[in-house]
Structures are given as structure tokens and as C-alpha cells.
């Protein structure tokens, strides 16, 4: 059947707001849990990957609702950063592919100028998120409490938090070298990619910068390896490459002109001059820093020069690519006459062996090329190369006596020791860059700039770190390996850079104006800042209330509420009520968000907790959802992938996209998005509608049987199953259980003829109640068309009943010997009319029964129960057969559970058989007989009954 699920969303989407589900107010009769989702950036169309993680939370708390909690769902915006002003220069510019992606997702042409203004911006993306994803998905989110980052009460809310920082001396000043775009000062770069549209992976790399003194300029060249000096045999340089003059305080140097522009950024007193072609270079020779040699200049394609200076260094002993391009060279007379050197020039310079390292012999450089088997420059292994020679050499290399004073020192240990020598002698400098490309979200390349007065929040701080690290051994985190690697994550961190100037939308610094806070240190706290949220919006507080003793007083309980009132203007009964909600919400019991806030968002919402809340309102969980993929990579709502989520919601319905992203496969892992499957959960629902109304329209009632008690124990164990599932938030398995088992366990039902009113009736308030936290649309319209009462999303989850395991057994049995006959046909491509069933003889049965009871009683072993049964005059008749029988019970009853034993031997499988006969030969379309193997007289031509055992009986076909 087709049924309109955008009407029957609608319709229950209002039932809940005119009912008010979604308002959460204290209750001290009920246990609270709030969760949060991590708030979307805006930075464009939400998409359908972040509707998976949104609509855990939603049903998760729709589960908790119903199992007795009082809930509270908030959700919000996070617009901190250049995200919107990046969306309102492309409009202002009228960028055509952004605008069509803007009215292809739904904005209409007539709103396009207001979102030339960012705040505008903000505005649309704020509706569209809340009315058009949120809302359509039919979240149970406390719609008055949104918030976004750009609000003047988040703000103080934020600039409160940092006074707490500061008094606790975790506000710090000093020079950094920070990413930074041209157009909006310093990003952050992380996986989030907040600030950033590409090179989330990248990090500020420290290079040395050698001098190489040439006449009166230097040539420079970036090494990360200032170990290696007294290695170096020539200097390459890129043919095709227009380098540059610079003038460096006293000194000109040549490097690349992406360099030049990178050292501008950091170093004082840099002058362009004039350019200078690679080619004309080659040929040179240079005086080495630190060894003082004169090496000669060679032509290196592999010379990028938009990585470090462009310039590069040769140490072939211990750089797979310095090895392999200077044998290139000396194997090739044409390339060396094309660039004018001479054969003995070039024959001349030899590899210098400078480090040892075990497994390696004097040239580690020529030692993996040859294992891996590269042959020539360009090789794209040759990276995978460099990284291997470059650990091993740090981790477990010693310089040899060709290093001079640096002579039997670990690798490590060197290092820094030459580095500081060249530095101190001038030979050197420090210089950063980034270790790939970096772009900023308005489209503009980022680099690495020297700010002298850069604020940090310092996480590296070891006291903070300790108790942070202390507190996560109590918390609820998910998946596993995320909470046995956020303590080494949390000893990573280090400074972070907390604020930054430049064109950015955000909160000022409130010890500086000047200083926007970033959009990761605004986005720590903001769980808790919901809860006071409801005040502001509502209009009983105003930013200019919200000052630092109104804070301590709400949040942490300090200061006299009189005097509070008076010096804030706010009713001290308003006071009150506050507090009492931050008492009762706090601490927040689920933070969850995608996987890229491991390393990132999560760790710092810890340390910022830890650090300025007390033991009472520290975060309780964190459950990390992965991704939607498009093609095996993330979709991004900023570069407008995806498909839009209102085209998927009327293509699939909402309950058929929640139900996919419930079951599809573990939170933990990465889902290709495929509409294909999609489509398969919206007609498995469409089954699901059709099955309750076969029910409700099925013909006569009937007493209740042994196939209601099988029923209703099946559905008690299913609510047995939800709920151990949800205690681990496994939407997955509680997915299986209720929109497969049961259904699979009520087409049974039918199908062996159950129909009983008051069985059928309490079998649906299970599993509709069941249904609605995944699906909630669905749930509210077949709990009306059955005709309970009031909304299934305010009922709660019924108890689970008691669990027959004799009754469960019964029908497994029944099912058990249907596949063992379609087996045996399949086999035997027999199209049967007669099947005979045999179930097993007394002795058998007389064998397991004492088995399982010396199998509770710790005693069961061969010989032991050999001679139990011995001991039965009758048992002794059948010898060698018990004796047999014996050996595979003792290990039947070893590797099984003995609660299924139980219920078997609870069974008279010959009883139970020959009551369903009917059933088995109308379904086989065969006749069917039944008997005991006991039984002398049964008709058994080909002697099967002999193989008939305790829950298995034995066929046979004719």
C-alpha cells in the first residue's frame, strides 16, 4: 500500500507542539538527562549526513522519555568565525554557482539581498536549520531555548567564561606563529574545519633555514633534518623556477617567491629585490653552514617552491631523493652537458656516511631504494621512503665520527644540539610553514604568520591536564577506543591559541577588544549555557544583566542573592529559578557529535569544564557518530554537496531516512550514502503499516493458545532486548530487534493462526511503543489506528513480562524442522508428498535429562554419566548406543547454553509435533505423520528413527 507520510508528519508534529512535548521544565519526581548534539556551524545547507548524529540524540531522548526521564533536548547555531561573511560576499558578488546552489536548496530569489549582510545570513540558516531540518525530522527539541553564537547573551555568557580562565591563570600571552588568511587574520586548522574549506589535516611545521654563502648572497634552504650537515654534498635547485633576491636585515638571500612572501609574515625587515631564474644558478658552488665546504649547485625537479624555501640541501646518505636524483645525475652525461656541468665535476661529489642505524648499512638512503625497488626520481614512493629512513634514523640512529663534535650522539639528542650551534652562530634561522595546503573558507590561500601578542588557553597546564585526565576514567564515552585515546589526546594538548583579529563575526575579548574568541573556545561551556538561554529569549533577562557576578551567582552559587538582584536588576525570584535550573539540568549527561571532535571540540569542552565547574557539574558522556559519506569521502555543506534534505524527506519520509540511519550500520562507522537503501527502510515501514492493519482487520477472534504464550514471551524478550541496547545507546540493535524480530515473530503469529484480541492488542502497545523513538510518525499513527490512548511519544515503554523459554522452544522446534525438510528436498531435488517425522526415544531423552542435571551440579563427564545410565535396566538393553549417545551429549552440554536445554527437555516434542501436524502439512503442502521412535509400530521403512535425538527429530520423505 501507498501511504502519505508527509501528512502524517505534519499532522503529529503538531499534536506534540500543541501538547508541549518538547518543553522541558524541572521536575523533582522524575531523574533528568539532557544531551546535546555538537551545534552546526553555518556555513550553508545543512545536508543528509548530519541528520544521522541529530536524529541519534532525538531518539535517544525520545527513549529516555519514555523509560521515565525528564528530558531536556536544546539545540542551536554556531556562527562564530568567517563562515557567514564568506556566504554574503559571494551573494553581494554574485557568484552565480552559489547563488544557484542557494535557490536550488530552497531560498527564495526574493531574499537573495538580504544575504549580502552576514547577520542576515545567520538569520535565514538559523530558520531553515530549526523549521526545515529539525523540526521536519520531527525532533522533540526545546525549541525556546535555541541559541546561537552570535547573540549578545551567548556572548556574555562566553566573556564570563574567559574571566574565569584569567582568574584561574589559564590566560597567557606570548609570540605564535599562527595559519593565517590574507583577508581574515588567524584560522584555525583542525579536522573540524571550522574556519578552513580545505587542509584540516595540516599542521605548522618547523623548518631550519640554512645559510649558504655565495659571493655576498646566501642561497636558503629549509631542512627538517639540521642533523644531517655534515652529510651534505651539493645543493639543488629547480631549473624551472623563477626564484627571488631578498633583502634580510644586512644580508640578501635567494629563495622562492612563495617563500619570500611566507617569510614576510614572519620576519621583520624583509625587501623584495629582483628575480633570479634556477637555471642560472646551477653550476654555482656554496659554502655549507656548519662544515664550511664549498659544494657545487645541481638541478633537482623535485624542488617545490611551495614547501619550505625552495631550495634544497643534498644529503644523499640518508634522502631517498637526494640519492636517487644524484645518480640520476651522474648516470646521465646529456643532462649534465644541458646544464653545462663538467663529467668530473659532477663524478666528484660522493655520498658521506654520517649515520648509524641496525638493519642499515653505511647509506640508509641507497638501502630502501633498493628494498623497495625504486629506479628512478619522481617515483612516488620515494615519500614513503623518506618517512621510513627519517624515523628509523631519529628513533634509533647515532651520529659516526664524521660528524665532529657531534660524534656517538643519538640521532635525537643531535638534532637540537647542531640546530642551536648554527642558530647561534648565525649560520641559521627558524622558519614555519604548513605541512600541506591550506584554504581558507573565503577562498584565499593561509600561511603562517608571527603575532607577537597572541592569547592562548593554556591546556598544557599539568595540574588541569591530571584532573581533567581523571575525571574522563568516570565517564560514559563512546565508542571504546575513543575513551581509551582521549587520555593521551588530552596530554597532547598544549597552548591553544584562544582569539584573533582580522574579519571575523564572534565574541569580543574581554580583556581586549581588539580580539575576536575563536570558534573553538566559544564552544566549550555552551551545554550548560542553554539552560539560562530560555530566560534571555523569553525576555525576563538582558545581555546588560548578564554580568560577571550574575554568572558566578546562577552557575556557581556564589554571592548573596539580594544583593545580586540589586546589582543586576534581576528579581531575585528570577535568580532563584535559574539556579535551581542550572542545579537540576546540570551536569550534562550526552555530548554527541561527529568523530573529527575527537581530537578537537571534545578534549577542550573537557578541560573547560573541569577547569571552571565544580565536581557536581562535570559532563557525565560523549558519543561520537561517524559519517554520511558521498563516494568513501565526507560531505561538506560548505562546498554544497549532497542531496538536499527537504528532496530527500518527500522522496523517503522521514521515519524511512531516521529508520536508515538507526540501522544501517554501527554509529562507529563511515556509510556510503545510497538511496537505493534508503528506499529499502521506507517500504519495510510501508510492510510494518500494512502488517498492524492485517491484524486489526483479521477475521474471527480466537481463544488464546500456546502460540500467545509463544507471542508474548517473544515480545517480552524484545523489550528485554531494547532496553539492554539503549543502555549502550545501540539504536542499531534495538533497530533489529523491533523493526525485524518482531515483525518477523508477528508474521508467525499469523501465519500459525494466532488471533486473539487481548494478545494482539497488548502485542502492539509493545512494539509500537517499541517503534517510537526511531520512528515516531509512524508509532503515533498505528497507535491511533489501533485506538489507544493520548500519544505514544508521552507513553512509556511497558515493562517486560515474564519470558517462557519451554513456549519460545516449542515453535523454534516447529520452524527448526520446515527448514530441515526444505534442506532435505533441496538436497535430494525431492518434491515430496509424504514426510514422516520421529522424535526421540525415551532412553535418549532419559540420557539428556540426567546429563543436564549433572551438568548443573558441576559433576558431568563421560565416564560418570556412562555409568548413571547403565545403572537403568532398559538403558543397558540399547549398550554401545548409549555408550555413543553419551559422548555426544557430554559435548552438546559443554558448548551449549543449558537455559536452552532446559526449555527443550520442558517440551514433549512428540505432543507438540502432532498437535501442529495440521499446520505443517497445509504450509509443505505434503501430508504429514508424526510418531514417537518409540513406537514398534510406526511406519519407518528406511529405519530413520534411529537417528532421532532430543531436539532434532528425524525425517524422512516419500
Not at 643519538?410 to 600541506?436: C, N, P, W
Amino acid at each position: 500500500m501507498s501511504y502519505d507520510y508527509g501528512e502524517m508528519e505534519r499532522k503529529w508534529q503538531k499534536k506534540w507542539s500543541d501538547s508541549k512535548l518538547d518543553h522541558a521544565e524541572r521536575d523533582a519526581e522524575k531523574p533528568k538527562f539532557m544531551m546535546i548534539f555538537a551545534y552546526p556551524g553555518v556555513t550553508g545547507f545543512l545536508h543528509v549526513g548530519h541528520l544521522r548524529g541529530y536524529t541519534y540524540t532525538d531518539a535517544i531522548g525520545r527513549y529516555k522519555r519514555m523509560t521515565g526521564y525528564n528530558v531536556l533536548f536544546p539545540v542551536g547555531t554556531h556562527a562564530t568565525g568567517n563562515g557567514a561573511i564568506t556566504l554574503a560576499s559571494k551573494v553581494a558578488n554574485n557568484d552565480l554557482d552559489f547563488i544557484d546552489y542557494l535557490v536550488r536548496n530552497g531560498c527564495p530569489r526574493e531574499k537573495l539581498d538580504d544575504l549580502k549582510d552576514p547577520m542576515k545570513v545567520v538569520d535565514y540558516f538559523n530558520t531553515v536549520y530549526v523549521n526545515d531540518y529539525w523540526k521536519r525530522f520531527g525532533f522533540l527539541a526545546d525549541w525556546r531555548r535555541f541559541t546561537c553564537t552570535l547573540y549578545p547573551d551567548y556572548g556574555k555568557f562566553i566573556q564570563w567564561q574567559f574571566r574565569k580562565l584569567n582568574d584561574l591563570g589559564l590566560l597567557i600571552q606570548k609570540p605564535y606563529y599562527s595559519p593565517t588568511c590574507p583577508v581574515h587574520g588567524p584560522v584555525a586548522v583542525d579536522a573540524s574545519e571550522t574556519d578552513i574549506s580545505k587542509g584540516g589535516n595540516a599542521e605548522v611545521q618547523e623548518y631550519t633555514l640554512l645559510k649558504f654563502k655565495h659571493g655576498n648572497e646566501y642561497l636558503i634552504a629549509a631542512t627538517l633534518r639540521p642533523e644531517t650537515v655534515y652529510g651534505q654534498v651539493c645543493f639543488w635547485v629547480n631549473p624551472d623556477v623563477e626564484y627571488t633576491r631578498i633583502k634580510k636585515g644586512s644580508e640578501t638571500w635567494i629563495v622562492s617567491k612563495p617563500a619570500a612572501e611566507k617569510l614576510q609574515l614572519q620576519k621583520d625587515g624583509i625587501t623584495m629585490l629582483e628575480p633570479i631564474s634556477g637555471r642560472d644558478m646551477i653550476g654555482w658552488t656554496c659554502e655549507a653552514p656548519m662544515i664550511h665546504r664549498e659544494i657545487p649547485v645541481f638541478p633537482a625537479t623535485f624542488s617545490d617552491p611551495n614547501v619550505g624555501s625552495g631550495l634544497v640541501t643534498s644529503v644523499p646518505s640518508d634522502a631517498p631523493d637526494d640519492w636517487i636524483s644524484l645518480d640520476a645525475l651522474k648516470n646521465d652525461p646529456s643532462m649534465a652537458e644541458e646544464y653545462g656541468l663538467s663529467r668530473s665535476l659532477v663524478d666528484s661529489v660522493e655520498p658521506i656516511s654520517i649515520i648509524t642505524i641496525e638493519g642499515y648499512g653505511d647509506f640508509p638512503a641507497k638501502d630502501i631504494i633498493e628494498r623497495m625497488g625504486i629506479k628512478e626520481p619522481g617515483d612516488p614512493r620515494l615519500d614513503e621512503a623518506k618517512k621510513q629512513v627519517y624515523k628509523d634514523g631519529y628513533h634509533i640512529g647515532r651520529m659516526k665520527d664524521t660528524s665532529g663534535p657531534f660524534s656517538g650522539m643519538r640521532v635525537e639528542e643531535a638534532k637540537e644540539k647542531m640546530k642551536q650551534a648554527m642558530l647561534d652562530s648565525g649560520e641559521a634561522e627558524i622558519f614555519y610553514d604548513l605541512t600541506e595546503e591550506v584554504v581558507c573558507r573565503c577562498g584565499r590561500p593561509v600561511n603562517v604568520k608571527r603575532i607577537d601578542d597572541q592569547w592562548f588557553i593554556d591546556y598544557g597546564n599539568e595540574e588541569l591536564t591530571e584532573r581533567t585526565d581523571k575525571h574522563c576514567y568516570d565517564m560514559d564515552m563512546n565508542p571504546p577506543e575513543f575513551y581509551e585515546n582521549v587520555h593521551a589526546t588530552l596530554r597532547w594538548f598544549r597552548e591553544r591559541a584562544c582569539v584573533r583579529q582580522g574579519n571575523w563575526l564572534g565574541t569580543r575579548f574581554p580583556f581586549d577588544d581588539k580580539w575576536i574568541i575563536e570558534a573553538i573556545s566559544d564552544s566549550t561551556l555552551y551545554p550548560l549555557y542553554y539552560i539560562i538561554s530560555l530566560y534571555a529569549n523569553d525576555g525576563r533577562i538582558s545581555p546588560d544583566n548578564m554580568t560577571e557576578e550574575f554568572f558566578d551567582h546562577v552557575v556557581l552559587g556564589k554571592g548573596d542573592a539580594k544583593k545580586v538582584s540589586e546589582n543586576t536588576k534581576v528579581p531575585e525570584s528570577i535568580l532563584a529559578s535559574i539556579r535551581s535550573d542550572v542545579e537540576y539540568w546540570y551536569p550534562l549527561d550526552m555530548n554527541l557529535g561527529g568523530k573529527e571532535h575527537m581530537t578537537v571540540h571534545f578534549p577542550v569542552f573537557l578541560f573547560n569544564h573541569r577547569a571552571i565547574l565544580p565536581d557536581s557539574m562535570q559532563p557525565k558522556g560523549i558519543l561520537v557518530n561517524w559519517y554520511i559519506t558521498g563516494k568513501k569521502e565526507k560531505i561538506a555543506k560548505s562546498k554544497g554537496g549532497a542531496q538536499p534534505i527537504p528532496g530527500a524527506v518527500e522522496q523517503f519520509g522521514v521515519d524511512g531516512m531516521r529508520l536508515y540511519y538507526a540501522h544501517i550500520a554501527s554509529m562507529f562507522v563511515d556509510v556510503e550514502w545510497s538511496e537505493d537503501n534508503v528506499m529499502t527502510y521506507r517500504q519495510r515501514l510501508d510492510r510494518i503499516m500494512g502488517t498492524v492493519e492485517e491484524l486489526l482487520s483479521g477475521g474471527d477472534a480466537k481463544e488464546a493458545s500456546e502460540i500467545d504464550d509463544w507471542l508474548m514471551s517473544r515480545f517480552n524478550g524484545h523489550l528485554m532486548s531494547v532496553r539492554k541496547a539503549m543502555e549502550k545507546y545501540d539504536l542499531r540493535q534495538m533497530a533489529t530487534a523491533v523493526y525485524f524480530e518482531m515483525l518477523n515473530d508477528l508474521k508467525w503469529y499469523g501465519r500459525r493462526g494466532g488471533n486473539n484480541k487481548e494478545t494482539v492488542s497488548e502485542a502492539l502497545r509493545i512494539w509500537i511503543s517499541c517503534m517510537a523513538p526511531i520512528t515516531p510518525h509512524v508509532a503515533e499513527e498505528m497507535w491511533s489506528l489501533v485506538g489507544f490512548d493520548g500519544l505514544v511519544s508521552s507513553a512509556q515503554l511497558p515493562e517486560p513480562g515474564p519470558v517462557s523459554g519451554s513456549a519460545e522452544y516449542g515453535e523454534t522446534l516447529i520452524r527448526d524442522v520446515m527448514t530441515d525438510v526444505q534442506q532435505i528436498k533441496k538436497v535430494t531435488a525431492s518434491d515430496a508428498k509424504k514426510i514422516v517425522l520421529y522424535t526421540s526415544p525415551s532412553w535418549k531423552t532419559a540420557v539428556m535429562r540426567i546429563g543436564l542435571e549433572m551438568a548443573d551440579n558441576g559433576t558431568l563427564d563421560i565416564p560418570t554419566l556412562t555409568k548413571k545410565c547403565m545403572a537403568d535396566e532398559e538403558m543397558r538393553k540399547n549398550g554401545k548406543a548409549v555408550s555413543e549417545f553419551v559422548k555426544k551429549v557430554v559435548t552438546d552440554l559443554t558448548r551449549s547454553s543449558l537455559d536452552s536445554k532446559r526449555d527443550m527437555m520442558g517440551v514433549d516434542e512428540y505432543s507438540l509435533l502432532a498437535s501442529a501436524k495440521d499446520f505443517l502439512s497445509e504450509d509443505m503442502n505434503a501430508e504429514v505423520i508424526v510418531f514417537s521412535a518409540d513406537d514398534k509400530d510406526a511406519y519407518d521403512p528406511q529405519n530413520k528413527s534411529r537417528a532421532a535425538v532430543p531436539g532434532r527429530p528425524a525425517i524422512y520423505l516419500e
